[in-house]
């Protein structure tokens, strides 16, 4: 994952092998690169981008969490699934807090968050890439 002036760029070693994920996480990037561009724009502009990243990643995750569950198995499903928990509760804190708090402080956490969900990303969802390489790219789950 590099971050130039223009945001994350998706790169090949970011692929899992998945379709859907990882036509997912391309997209996920888009969002974020809107977002840290909103950092700086009005409460508004921000907070609607911040609602639309935070919906697509709850949709995301659901999406994946069948994937790993049917392709992966045990115990890499689960360390995912609560990873994913994790990282929704710091998401919604943040959303929940920041009606009224300073904007440097809500910038930060907001660009702490992007860094864990960048680190899960790049260390953890790359675990998944054996069991799928059993798997054709267009696996889905039913
Ligand atoms: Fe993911």
């Not at 790169?11 to 994920?21: A, F, K, S, T």
């Not at 950092?39 to 911040?50: D, F, R, Y």
Request: overall charge neutral.
């Amino acid at each position: 994952m590099t971050r130039t002036e223009g945001g994350y760029q998706w790169r090949e070693q970011l692929n899992v092998g998945n379709d859907l994920i990882d036509s997912d996480h391309k997209h996920l990037i888009e969002l974020i690169n809107r977002v840290q561009s909103c950092l700086g724009a009005s409460e508004g502009v921000l907070t609607s981008a911040m609602n639309e990243f935070s919906k697509f990643l709850d949709v995301h995750f659901s999406r994946e969490e069948k994937i790993v569950r049917a392709a992966c198995g045990e115990p890499l499903a689960q360390q995912i699934y609560e990873s994913h928990l994790a990282l929704l509760s710091t998401l919604r804190q943040i959303q929940k807090e920041s009606r009224g708090a300073a904007s440097g402080s809500r910038i930060q956490q907001i660009n702490g968050f992007i860094g864990d969900l960048m680190v899960h990303l790049i260390k953890q969802e790359l675990l998944m890439k054996p069991a799928l390489s059993k798997f054709s790219p267009s696996f889905a789950p039913g």
